[in-house]
């Protein structure tokens, strides 16, 4: 990565036009495929030291600190490939991943943060939202399965409790995954063309694209009413895949870096164990 | 891997003999570090394939197929790295894993097994246990935290609830890592040396070094009596953190070809949906 900060070139709050980012392009970095894929594996390795140094701080340091990646976006925008390609390179006795799915009877019959809190993550954990709480002021909305003054309520509802989260230790790196609707196409069309890909294929994504604007329309409300200087929003053009990785790669690394972490002292006397298991 | 299959090679039951094993023994690998370390990236990119394909037959086949992978070992012995490096190679979407700890107060009012069953595989996941029920039988038996009668009854149900779960549609491997008394000491002393080790450093593991001898009888004793044609334990010498890893990795390996796991075919049109698709 070069030029700006990737985190300041992403970074999308009130104002953000969506129609107006090429989902093609690949902000911050001026390298080709094969360059991104280089610096991806560059850091890999910084983030698996990162994470690790997270993980070590909770255990005998006594840090409440975690990290929790919140991951939206139109299907087939690379949400999986986020998980398995930059979640992938750190030791996964640090992650907790949750995918959220069409909520259960149960859940429905509560609050709509109520099923997000036993995924947030828990003292030294990197937590990864594949969708999230955010289904609730997206979906909710283009296809009305809560009413306008619902969603309008849980605009505020979801900052308050983002601000709740952030206060107990935690830092949260939203993320959406913007492709073009000829991305997606073009996706799909690839999933119909290889057996192999069959069963990540879901006729209702047909359905669903019908309903593109006003996706778009429901994320840049979203986005506006809920970037906050304390956890903002990045949109990440993602018809690149492997920029895509990049970015959220570094957005990460941004993130665990600006914990400042350092590997904690011993608790226990170091001479003195040394001089135990020698006699042992 | 070459020679006679290694699952063939480790396998453990009646008549085990821990302290005859080489901790620092190849079976079955006629490789050094190098070779062993490339072989491990050819079996990487294999293991990641058949889990996607376990994955997916469950997501759209209706497959209940699973996999759990339970690890037992002394301290030091490597439980973590193969966690990292032979788990961490397939998609982290896929796989389920859960360290137990010294069991809560809460859990401690029911039976053993009782925590034990809400971190089983569901369809098409891999768990892993990091430690397990076998806990139980082991560090309860040399530090008597249960009674005799206690242990003895837990085989048979250990047995019970592995059958079960086998019936249920999952694949139990199950792995002793061996290490030396001597192996250990000196992974200890890594840990003392390296300030960025300390945090992985317990003063109460030199303690439970005095009972070395009594930890391979209760683990001799579990793995005869717990060892099934279903469900049969592994004893991998885990004092080449290489050979431990491709080992593990390849019964893995092994289990998950013996699943025959094909792709799911459609349970869609694909030609009705690529034409929808491209009319959309």
Redesign the interface.
Known sequence: MNDRPIKDLLRAGAGVDLNAIDTSGTPGFSGDKHDGEKALEVGAAQLADLQERLF??S???GSAQSVLLVLQAMDTAGK?GI??HV??SV???G?M?H?FKRPTPEEDKHDFLWRVRPHLPGPGMLAVF?RSHYEEVLIHKVRHLSTPEQIEERYGQITAFENEVIAAGTTIVKVMLHISAEEQ?AR??ER?AQ??K????N?GD?DE??FWPAYMDAYRIAIERTSTDAAPWYVVPADRKWYARLAVQHLLLDALSGLHLE??????D?AV??S??AA?
């Open positions: 070590a701080a255990r005998t340091g999986g998980v398995k979640v992938g030791d996964p006795q992650v991943l995918a594949d196409k799909l069309g119909l057996p192999e069959y069963w990540k294929y006729p047909i694209r019908e590997w904690p002292p011993a608790n226990f170091v164990e040394k135990r298991l042992s």
